[in-house]
């Protein structure tokens, strides 16, 4: 079980689905899950705010996972739910205990053999405390600002970098400083600063340690 942290726009989802694909392993994308409850609420006129309907929402999502695609109630939202107002919204619905509880047993419920690589925000910390690997990637803020702009650019959606800019350090500030699960490094995560790093180089870093821990625990099971 690998599991990876880091802020908005570090690479997590990319550098997640690269190691999972190397290994042979399930990936989960918890954001996903956040962000298809937040689509579930914005099309169903649910509030932010409104506790109950939201985590019955997050409770009564009907999802499926494809290759790189996610259909809701048998409907391609893949694109939907990538939009800037569904990430924001998600970022305010994860501040609710009943909706990050109705999301819990569901993450759980992705790890199988031969292994699972989750990213998000807490994966090590609360979701798989007991993971072998735990990552906490990050990346400056105007990295992370510029890639969030190359990818919706190339996506077709348009985009201002400084808004962008804004929107994530907003993120950043209620992610980190949320009573429930907020966004910080377990005490036993690696720290991967990306900002200077391609994502070839951070995948090849996520699977040298690894193998370094695979041989470490190989040895102290031969002790
Ligand atoms: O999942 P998360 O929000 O952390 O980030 P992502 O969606 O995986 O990555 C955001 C964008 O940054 C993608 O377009 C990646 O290709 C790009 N990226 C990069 O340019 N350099 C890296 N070292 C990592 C990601
Ligand atoms: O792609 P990006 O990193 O911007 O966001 P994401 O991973 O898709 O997650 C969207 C939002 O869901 C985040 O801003 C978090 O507030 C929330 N989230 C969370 O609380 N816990 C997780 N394990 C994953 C996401």
């Known amino acids: ?129 007991d993971a072998d690997l735990k990552i906490f990637l990050v990346a400056s803020a105007e990295a992370r600002a510029q890639r969030r702009y190359k990818q919706l650019i190339e996506k077709g959606f348009s985009a201002n970098l400084l808004t962008l800019l804004r929107d994530l350090e907003a993120r950043d500030a209620r992610d980190t400083q949320r009573a429930l699960a907020p966004l910080a490094a377990a005490h036993d995560a690696l720290v991967l600063d990306s900002s200077h790093l391609t994502i070839d180089e951070t995948v090849a870093q996520v699977m040298a340690w690894w193998h370094e821990r695979w041989h470490q625990r190989a040895a102290s099971r031969g002790a």
Request: hydrophobic share 50%.
């Open 1 to 129: 079980m690998i599991a990876i942290d880091g802020p908005t726009a570090s690479g997590k989802g990319t550098v997640a689905s690269r190691v999972a694909g190397q290994l042979g392993w399930h990936l989960l994308d918890s954001g996903a899950l956040y962000r298809l409850t937040a689509l579930a609420c914005l099309e169903q006129g649910i509030a932010a705010d409104d506790v109950g309907r939201a985590a019955a929402a997050a409770q009564a999502l009907d999802v499926r996972f494809g290759d790189g695609t996610v259909a809701m109630s048998g409907r391609d939202v893949s694109a939907d739910i990538r939009r800037e107002d569904v990430g924001s919204l998600a970022s305010q619905v994860a501040t609710l205990a009943p909706v990050r509880a109705a999301l819990l047993e569901r993450q759980r419920a992705f790890r199988a053999a031969p292994g699972l690589v989750a990213d998000g925000r807490d994966m090590g910390t609360v979701v798989f405390p």
